[in-house]
């Protein structure tokens, strides 16, 4: 295992890496309301973003609240507030998980009024599917119709998160109520790994990809959702035996090196940083609590030497696939192009945390 030393000093280059992260002309993403869409660069409020503020705050508190990680959380949310925010969406609510863990944290004054607001905006505005499902609308494209595996991660845990720490009962169980209606629909009973999405406009689950990251996002939900919020008994017994599913099913589909696979069950397909960084965190965490076994815990490791070894001398992770949308065939997930990310800087955060927690 890895010693603390060697865990904080790759920690401090991933906060360098992730804060280089600029936009080059590569990706040209125009959002429907005309303004470009930027998911690379450090400062734009989108979902990329939002994953690695999240890996940011779980360092802040895992270092005590550092005075340098402080000023890098209030600055950035204080720049995007005197921006002024974009229209509320899936993606666009990503980042108000880090912001309801800061809040949570200092109680700042001038964050409430803004997760108050954005919260309202998802119970009473956000786009349904049938049975109540947040329906994975985002700044580029609606989604009618469709449930995504992306969108416990962007919404639901904002929703557990903020909901425990105002004291809003009805805001968890919403988080809840979302948890199970997305494992209906997209996790798979024949292997146990869950599907990418499903659509209501012909119910089906599209090219049934069991997607290596929409996988991640699953196992670091199932685990997060404990942490942040406060679960009725009854449903945390079963959404940690989906975990428990999951994990059986996914220990088998790891590579000899350490990865798992843009497609966890598709040896075509080519290895993928941020998903293997998403489990890392996930089994390490899931041994830790007990929840899991030392198949866990070694696979765990395992993965976590893989996502070490794709840290660059500049902080910068490499082998991580760009944004993908939903595909209809396996091709297009095999053809997503390889681009550092906020997300695979946090993912790599998240597993090194916890790493430092298993040094400890």
């Known amino acids: 295992m890895l010693d603390r030393t060697t865990i904080e000093n790759a920690l401090s280059r991933l906060v360098a890496g992730f804060e280089s992260l600029r936009l080059d002309g590569k990706f040209d993403e125009p959002n429907l309301d005309g303004t470009p869409g930027d998911y690379v660069s450090f400062?734009?409020?989108?979902w990329p973003q939002g994953v690695g503020l999240y890996g940011l705050v779980q360092l802040w508190l895992a270092?005590?609240?550092?005075?340098?990680?402080?000023?890098?959380?209030?600055?950035?949310?204080?720049?995007?507030?005197?921006?002024?925010?974009?229209?509320?969406?899936?993606?666009?609510t990503a980042p108000m998980l880090a912001l309801s863990i800061l809040w949570r944290e200092t109680r700042e004054d001038r964050f409430e009024k803004v997760l108050n607001d954005w919260a309202r905006k998802v119970m009473e505005e956000a786009p349904r599917t049938p049975f109540g499902g947040i329906q994975h609308d985002v700044s580029d494209r609606l989604n009618k119709g469709e449930l995504w595996d992306d969108t416990l991660f962007m919404v639901?845990?904002?929703?557990?998160s903020y909901g425990q720490a105002a004291g809003r009962r009805e805001l968890v169980e919403e988080a809840v109520r979302q948890f199970l209606v997305h494992a209906?629909?997209?996790?798979?009973?024949?292997?146990g790994l869950w599907f990418h999405g499903w659509t209501f406009e012909g119910r089906h689950n599209f090219a049934r990809a069991r997607w290596g990251r929409g996988n991640a996002w699953i196992t670091a939900c199932l685990l997060d959702l404990f942490d942040?919020?406060?679960?009725?008994?009854?449903?945390a017994e079963f959404l940690r035996d989906l975990l428990r599913d999951q994990v059986a099913a996914l220990i088998p589909q790891q590579m000899e090196d350490g990865a798992w696979r843009t497609l966890l069950d598709d040896p075509t397909s080519y290895p993928e940083t941020s998903a293997t960084a998403g489990f890392a965190y996930g089994l390490l965490k899931g041994a830790r609590l007990g929840?899991?076994?030392?198949?866990?815990r070694q696979a765990g490791r395992k993965a976590l030497d893989y996502v070490m070894g794709q840290i660059g001398p500049d902080g910068v992770v490499g082998g991580v696939s760009y944004g993908t949308r939903m595909g209809h065939d396996l091709q297009f997930y095999r053809d997503i192009p390889i681009q550092p990310t906020g997300y695979g800087q946090s993912l790599a955060m998240l597993a090194l945390v916890e790493a430092l927690k298993e040094a400890e």
Not at 43 to 46: G, H, L, P
Not at 67 to 89: F, H, K, S
Not at 184 to 191: H, P, Q
């Open 291 to 296: 929840l899991l076994g030392d198949d866990a």
């Open 228 to 235: 942040l919020a406060d679960i009725a008994p009854d449903a």
């Open 63 to 92: 270092r005590g609240r550092d005075a340098a990680l402080t000023q890098t959380l209030t600055g950035w949310y204080d720049r995007a507030l005197a921006r002024g925010l974009p229209p509320m969406n899936v993606n666009t």
């Open 43 to 46: 400062d734009a409020w989108e």
């Open 156 to 160: 639901a845990l904002f929703l557990a």
């Open 184 to 191: 209906n629909f997209l996790a798979d009973r024949e292997t």
